[in-house]
């Protein structure tokens, strides 16, 4: 069945990403950033920068110095862009897809999500998904290529540099094909083959995040490259590659990565639940620091309005509260109440700190943690038939939200089928990752369980609403570009 779909171009003319050059002095050349461009209208899939723009590559990636702030730029936006890919928007948007969250304004272009009848024009997702990935995946792209061409960058600095725009790149990549199935495989800043590259397949590009987090785990070391925990390092990139075996169903590889994290000695799972989103947490592996005044998260910002007569946009759906078991005091540190005119009000609440918050307490945003190892770990062990000792890594999970004497199952040789160890995974994961990262949505998915979840409290769900639309601007422009099934 096609979907009805209702045009709404607010643009004229398409979009798309434009790099703009620039040009970089001595004392500017590494914070003005080569990478550091805006997201425009233009009539291009990827408008490249001029050859002449090769002069500024140069000085911009010259030194140790300059690399790195190129590098650790793309951070820096992706903490403080508006919400995109890299931050609030993959957890709002997809909460509201899923059963996790409902959406209250009346943004046409959001609700579209939560009914799962996104249009082909839908300016939120382009604008929060398509356009900052390519744009990141560009950055990492242009980053690898100054660096390998640098003559200037010493060996221990570029093998890092090049480990974390490969992690960068690959987290972008796995979280397209997510939301999109098949889509291009930009891997070089070439203009001429990027506006026309067709959607390469979802293994494919599993394979290319495959050997790209290979090679980074080669490029990173153990230890972070700066104080804090602000860059990737070899965990990292081994965290996400857990997660990409697990999506394939490489179940030996995913418990060996998850096996390695957990076994490095560098992280333990915070005891506070209200602390392991704050900065220094023992349980993040990787997290990112927002440098504009006033802003911790993007996700605090979206989810934890400081106006105490304002009724938050996303709230809690009954269907979430409902998945808690009495007494979890995860429901009391990560879910926010707000009551106005005698009625209480349920928001998302991991990130605590609003925009311009008094407070004295730092959070950053937290891109891979120790809990989901634990999870991948045991899901990859369940489905290898070692279920009690998958159980043991869920237990793991439960007795730091509820005492060490909360068991799902008796800890004993043949305690549950392998099919019920599954159905406890999908259960304790839905609550230890509420509103993070999307994950409800993408278990939803790779369970299968998107039409026996959502057809009965989505009235219009179709099958083919598991994918996203690709943007109608996109295939305007790029001729071999195709359209996902569902969508007109």
Partial sequence: MQKSIHYRNKRKGTFCLRFKSHRLNKSASGVILLMLLPIVACNKFVDVPSPVNKIAAQELFKDDANATSAVTGIYGQMANLVQNIANGSITSLTGITSDELNYINNAAAIKEFQTNSISTNNSTNVGDFWAPAYKYIYQANASLEGIAASTGISLKTKNQLEGECR???SLIYFYLIQLYGDVPLITTTNFNTNTVQRRNSTPEIYDFIINDLIE???DLAETYPT?????PNLYTAEALLSRVYLYTGQWGKAETEANNVIKSAQYSLQTDLTKIFLSGSNEAIWQIAASIDGLNTREGVLFVNSNANA?????ISDALMNGFEANDPRKTAWIGTKT???KIYYFPYKYKLPM?????????????RLAEQYLIRSEAKIRQGKTDEGVKDLNIIRGRARGNNSTILPDQPMGATQQQALSYVIKERRIELMTEWGNRWLDLKRFHLCTATLQ???PGWQDTDTLFPIPLQQILINKNLTQNSGYN
């Fill in 167 to 169: 992690v960068v790149r």
């Fill in 216 to 218: 980074a785990k080669q």
């Fill in 227 to 231: 104080t804090g925990r602000l860059r």
């Fill in 311 to 315: 009724i938050p946009n996303y709230l």
């Fill in 340 to 342: 106005i005119s005698n």
């Fill in 356 to 368: 311009s918050s008094t407070s004295t307490a730092k959070e950053n945003y937290v891109m891979f």
């Fill in 456 to 458: 009965p409290i989505k």
